[in-house]
């Protein structure tokens, strides 16, 4: 008998069926020699500090170095207590896998292939103390094709040891920083708890730094002279390249230039230029086109995508690679005739050379552990709106991917009136290649957004400007001459796309040249994690999402302030990390050693976080409404009685509005708050309420016309 151990019970079922093991029992399936279970996830993690006896925040006991690790099932918190519990689900679940193990000669590994799919294996594999062998399916599809030729293909448990110790040394190291830095900042608040982490603090470095830079902006006005001309039946414009600052100086060479009302062709450049077609979707580079065509956050897309592949309707989503083997190739012929049986995507077909695809997208070398993002040759049905949109995405850009090239022929004219110089610029296309593929599917959205409430997509195509035949010499008549006031712009706030190219460009960031020619293709976190980071960053009310962009919160940029000048904020270091935990996956590195640098990282951050001196809000002094007896405890995300057997308490987040110390103070003296504006209903509507101190204790609202 042999275990087989998926990452989720769907993944389970479609292996299951495909082995014949089609008896359903209590957390398994069994049949033809098979016992095929599930993980749920991260069912084991590493202990708290409290499961090596340290108790609340103590600062004698920092930094915390466990050693070694211990792992226990997944926690969750305790419900109106402090602490931590078991998941009773994660038990339940250990302890089949466990009887099946023990029932089971061998195991086959079919957790999600990946760092975080390995780990998920490996630390129940430890914490059960199995010791029977196991072999690795590796897959990056769950059609039946791809699961059969994976079962042909097991590999050898330790061929994977590497992506093991990089998953580990990542998870250890995110429990070194995090726990030891939340404490330690934590304690030197003497306040509330501030969560900091190895990704996460420098990712809300990124965000308040630009905020900052952006809200700090001092604009200018600057203005410029545009000329208007006509010749052949065309109209076009010319645009000054010289600003000025000073508007009367503007205003006169306005005045001369209409005097001398023609302008002189000085110079001609015409080129014809190709533009490549794109490569096909990463994850981080889906996360980013579907933020800002369809508004979804990198979470979102994430999930979505995750959905579709499980499944069946496209291949591994967290791949950190554009392009796919030469053995793969033989294949995409298929996926085409696939899309071509779907009207939707007939015309986008209908623009390809069959017989002689473009093979841009084939790179042995730049494979990484899964290919770029496809299609499979299931035919999706019953999709919701945000898994139509996300599936239309992969399949179009793979047509796209598949196209010619695109020759475009740019000119750039250089005119002077008088010593002025004034700049034309054109375009045409003429060959669409894979352009044709972006009008396409621009054209289909616009047809289908009011059908469809997840499409926002705008028209893809840039525009073209065709111009009449210049040649150097020729004198143009200037019909009209006008004077432009333009301002200066600060750089636009991070939406969730320019937040994730930040991060996966992180090594671009740094200031020192030589630093950033190091690590200007490293990021900070993996594509597989970012998405998660920027959740973390909201759950913890360090920023919140503002329109499209993201923006800090006032806890955000206070825990900013303190750590922004501290090594736990910098980019570099962090990215320095995601290259050494690489090497470790490739064995060029030992994780113990990476481990050691780790801990001494975190003794300095430790220390510094520890000597940081705070300046604390004046809280105030607040009977409990309730007992009337104890003074009231404020912290950043509640107002509570000590007193557990009063147990009153007020969170101060309502309806998205972060309640202030002069609200509090107003409901517990007065009973009722100031008119609160812009709360958030669940439907989404925004609302103006009081919140008002009920007889009971208990808080409600008030509207201004009740």
Not at 381 to 409: F, G, N, V
């Amino acid at each position: 008998m042999k275990a087989i151990i998926a990452e989720k019970p769907s993944v389970a079922r479609e292996i299951a069926h495909l082995l014949n093991a089609n008896d359903r029992k209590d957390g398994y399936l069994e049949g033809n020699g098979y016992c095929v279970t599930w993980a749920l996830g991260h069912l084991v993690s590493l202990g708290m500090p409290e499961d090596y006896g340290i108790r609340g925040f103590d600062k004698a006991s920092l930094p915390i170095f466990p050693d070694p690790f211990l792992l226990i099932p997944r926690p969750i918190k305790k419900q109106n207590q402090k602490g931590y519990q078991p998941d009773p689900s994660a038990l339940k679940q250990l302890k089949i896998i466990e009887n099946i193990i023990y029932r089971c000669d061998s195991i086959i590994v079919a957790t999600d292939a990946g760092r975080e799919g390995e780990l998920i294996f490996r630390y129940i594999y430890q914490y059960l103390q199995c010791n029977k062998p196991f072999e690795r399916l590796w897959i990056s599809s769950l059609t039946e094709k791809a699961i059969q030729d994976g079962f042909k293909k097991l590999q050898p448990g330790s061929v994977f040891d590497g992506l093991y110790q990089a998953a580990k040394a990542r998870s250890e190291a995110d429990w070194l920083v995090g726990i030891n830095a939340t404490q330690a900042l934590s304690i030197a608040a003497d306040q509330d708890v501030y969560s900091l982490g190895r990704v996460q603090t420098p990712t809300l470095a990124l965000i308040c730094k630009r905020f900052e830079d952006h809200n700090n902006f001092k604009q200018k006005k600057y203005w410029q002279i545009q000329l208007k001309h006509r010749k052949e039946y065309l109209d076009f414009n010319s645009q000054s390249t010289q600003q000025w600052e000073d508007k009367k100086q503007a205003e006169q060479i306005l005045r001369s230039i209409e005097r001398e009302g023609r302008a002189t062709v000085e110079n001609v450049s015409i080129k014809t230029v190709q533009e490549s077609s794109p490569l096909l979707f990463d994850l981080t580079e889906l996360q980013k086109e579907a933020n800002r065509k369809l508004g979804l956050s990198a979470d979102e897309v994430l999930q979505t995508a995750q959905s579709l592949y499980e499944k069946r309707f496209i291949t591994y989503p967290r791949t950190g690679s554009k392009y796919i083997p030469e053995d793969l190739w033989e294949e995409i012929p298929e996926l085409v005739r696939i899309l071509n049986t779907t009207d939707q995507f007939k015309p986008a077909i209908s623009t390809l050379k069959f017989g002689s695809f473009n093979k841009r997208m084939v790179n042995d070398l730049k494979v990484t552990d899964h290919h770029g993002l496809l299609i499979t040759t299931k035919i999706p049905s019953a999709l919701t709106a945000k898994e139509k949109a996300i599936y239309d995405m992969i399949a179009y850009r793979l047509l796209e991917s598949l196209s010619e090239h695109c020759s475009k022929q740019v000119s750039h004219i250089t005119l002077k009136v008088h010593h002025y110089e004034f700049s034309i610029k054109g375009s045409k296309i003429i060959t669409k290649g894979w352009r044709a593929i972006k009008g396409i599917l621009s054209e289909y959205n616009d047809n289908n957004k009011n059908n469809d409430s997840t499409s926002n997509s705008h028209n893809v195509e840039e525009t073209l400007i065709d111009l009449p035949e210049l040649k150097i010499g020729d004198e143009l008549k200037i019909s009209q001459a006008n004077l432009q006031e333009k301002t200066t712009q600060p750089l636009k706030l991070y939406t969730e796309a320019d937040l994730l190219s930040a991060m996966e460009n992180a090594g671009r960031l740094i200031e020192d040249k030589e630093q950033q020619k190091a690590i200007s293709s490293v990021g900070i976190g993996t594509p597989a994690t970012r998405a998660s980071v920027i959740e973390t960053l909201l759950s913890r009310n360090y920023i919140i999402r503002k329109s499209k962009a993201l923006v800090p919160t006032e806890k955000g940029l206070k825990v900013y302030d303190l750590v922004k000048d501290k090594k736990i904020a910098n980019v570099q270091m962090t990215a320095e990390w995601e290259i050494a935990l690489n090497k470790i996956e490739k064995g060029e590195l030992s994780s113990t050693q990476f481990i050691i640098d780790i801990k001494d990282y975190t003794k300095e951050i430790t220390k510094e976080l520890l000597s940081i001196s705070i300046l604390q809000e004046n809280i105030p002094e607040l009977k409990c409404p309730k007992c009337q007896q104890q003074n009231l405890i404020i912290k950043d995300k509640i107002v509570k009685c000590p007193d557990e057997q009063c147990n009153w308490m007020q969170l101060r987040n309502v309806c998205g509005v972060q309640l202030s110390l002069e609200l509090i103070t107003s409901l517990i003296n007065n009973k009722k708050t100031p008119l609160i504006k812009n709360m958030k209903a669940k439907n989404g509507k925004k609302f103006n309420a009081f919140i008002v101190l009920k007889d009971d204790h208990g808080t409600a609202f008030k509207f201004e016309n009740s």
